[in-house]
């Protein structure tokens, strides 16, 4: 297994100005990765979407590091469906200027304030396997898999995300696993990896730290799950997903793809993703 890592965990860098995504692929390189994966990209003016990703791909090139896959957001719970599937299938070919043959987008963030009482996950599972299919064949023809990640709280745990791929019924249709995200619908991540492990195309690794909904809550940087615990990013292996357990499961299930390093926690990005890149190394050697 080959690690990479997200350019969402430089984002901090690009917000602020101190780094182009462009200088994110000699980084990466610099750090040790063998592939990165782009969250979104940010085209500069006077360029469109496309030209813009076939200079990141040719950059890739040149450091000799893989483009390993896209990220985007999507919801199909929207009220245009149409139009919201032919932006994916635009965004499909950004991925392909990419020169990466994976991309991940979301499924839904839920419904707005006027359903959300009265309209529940299993009424939008039709439209989400609908807008999810018409995706993955459009990519299917440019050698693209598409994917959904558990993430986003209303389509997080893996017995949604399962029943979603399932729905969906496409070989070129999978997961995108996050080992961490799992937390934030209350799963445990161990149970949850095993389940998807069959179905990941592509897998992030990224940790938490953990207080109790019960326990005073500090001020700065958590969040809440949908149990009501509480959340804040951490470098991988530090926090309380069980990292070596799941890259287990993971190998045992036949899974030979990337590990992309996603790092949201409070230090200083450079760090808390080489540090994440260490620990995901050494785990490898050891499983």
């Known amino acids: 297994m080959k690690i990479s890592v997200t350019s969402?965990?430089?984002?901090?860098?690009?917000?602020?100005?101190?780094?182009?995504?462009?200088?994110?692929?000699?980084?990466?390189?610099?750090?040790?990765?063998?592939?990165?994966?782009?969250?979104?990209?940010?085209?500069?003016?006077?360029?469109?979407?496309?030209?813009y990703a076939a200079q990141l791909n040719e950059e890739c090139k040149r450091q000799g590091i893989e483009c390993v896959s896209y990220t985007i957001g999507a919801n199909f719970l929207c009220d245009d469906l149409n139009g919201e599937i032919e932006r994916l299938k635009a965004e499909v070919d950004v991925c392909e200027a990419l020169g990466a043959r994976l991309m991940r987008h979301d499924a839904a963030w839920g419904y707005g304030e006027d359903k959300k009482h009265t309209c529940g996950f299993e009424n939008a599972l039709p439209t989400l396997i609908e807008g999810c299919r018409a995706v993955t064949q459009y990519a299917a023809a440019k050698g693209i898999k598409t994917m959904t990640e558990n993430h986003g709280q209303f389509c997080q745990e893996s017995t949604r995300v399962e029943r979603l791929i399932n729905g969906v019924n496409h070989p070129n249709f999978g997961a995108l696993i996050d080992v961490g995200n799992f937390l934030c619908?209350?799963?445990?991540?161990?149970?949850?990896?095993?389940?998807?492990?069959?179905?990941?195309?592509?897998?992030?690794?990224?940790?938490?730290?953990?207080?109790?909904?019960?326990?005073f809550l500090p001020p700065d940087g958590f969040f809440s799950t949908r149990g009501g615990n509480y959340l804040r990013g951490a470098i991988i292996g530090h926090g309380v997903v069980p990292v070596y357990q799941c890259l287990k499961i993971l190998k045992n299930s036949g899974y030979d793809g990337y590990l992309t390093v996603e790092f949201e926690g409070m230090e200083d990005a450079v760090t808390g993703v080489t540090c994440g890149f260490n620990t995901l190394k050494k785990l490898i050697e050891t499983v």
């Open 8 to 51: 969402y965990s430089f984002s901090r860098l690009t917000g602020s100005g101190k780094c182009s995504e462009i200088e994110l692929v000699k980084l990466a390189k610099d750090i040790g990765f063998d592939g990165i994966e782009f969250a979104e990209i940010h085209t500069p003016d006077g360029m469109n979407k496309k030209e």
């Open 185 to 215: 619908a209350d799963e445990n991540p161990a149970l949850a990896v095993g389940r998807m492990a069959p179905y990941a195309f592509h897998v992030h690794f990224k940790d938490f730290h953990f207080k109790s909904g019960n326990e």
